[in-house]
């Protein structure tokens, strides 16, 4: 079954630094999204981008998408502690009628 | 903004005991879902729920879960005989359609702990 894949598992930036997560998945799919949780918490939805699309912004946050290669990344530039948390890609797929998410990447920012 | 609420934010219950999540969907939506997180583990789909009716359900979903829109407002998931190793963190989510571009925002979730 397609599943969403992210990498790294973990990252730890310096506060202001950029933050790259990747995210690769299997089958084709419909759309694409990533979201946040803190830790314990409930899971915010941060972007979605769409089969057709390449890339979306969204404040500091910078989402590509490349279908030919069945990946994604999440780009955070000028992170800041309260950027620490886990971020999820999540793919559905023209089949199916829910999210698959990936095991996240867990992302720490130091001040 | 709308969104998603979910009651309780935490449960406690004995082993062998039935459950009710709750959960309020954004209002306009159509689709509703129910997912859950093991601690330290990924977000699993359990179900998703349209027209009064299961759509789609994993397997996990299987006998002892039930899930229910007893009138406009709510979306319940049952767990008839709680077992240990249904502990986790359970997520409501609905969009307003399927397709693409088409969103599904969560609720903050309800942590069940079965002793």
């Known amino acids: 079954s397609q599943q969403g894949e992210e990498d790294p598992q973990a990252l730890s930036i310096q506060e202001g630094e950029n933050a790259t997560m990747n995210c690769s998945y299997k089958?084709?799919?419909?759309?694409l999204q990533w979201y946040r949780q803190n830790s314990g918490r409930g899971l915010v939805h941060l972007i979605l981008i769409r089969s057709n699309e390449r890339e979306k912004h969204s404040g500091r946050l910078r989402v590509t998408l490349d279908t030919s290669k069945k990946s994604s990344s999440l780009l955070i530039t000028a992170s800041r502690a309260a950027d620490t948390a886990s971020y999820f890609c999540?793919?559905?797929?023209?089949?199916?009628?829910?999210?698959?998410f990936g095991p996240g990447t867990r992302l720490s920012v130091l001040p | 903004e709308p969104e998603v609420t979910q009651t309780p934010s935490h449960q406690v219950t004995q082993m062998g005991q039935e459950v009710i999540l709750r959960c309020v969907p954004i209002?306009?939506?159509?689709?509703f879902y129910w997912y859950r997180q093991i601690l330290g583990q990924k977000v699993e789909f359990l179900v998703s729920f349209y027209n009064n009716e299961i759509s789609e359900k994993s397997e996990i979903f299987d006998d002892q879960f039930s899930v229910e829109r007893p009138d406009g407002s709510n979306f319940t998931l049952k767990i008839r005989s709680t077992k240990l190793e249904d502990s986790a963190m359970y997520f409501c989510?609905?969009?307003?359609?399927?397709?693409?571009?088409?969103?599904?925002?969560f609720g903050p979730g309800t942590r069940l702990l079965v002793l």
């Open positions: 989510a609905s969009s307003r359609d399927r397709g693409q571009g088409e969103t599904q925002y």
């Open positions: 089958t084709s799919i419909n759309n």
């Open positions: 999540a793919t559905d797929y023209w089949y199916g009628q829910n999210f698959v």
């Open positions: 209002s306009n939506h159509l689709y």
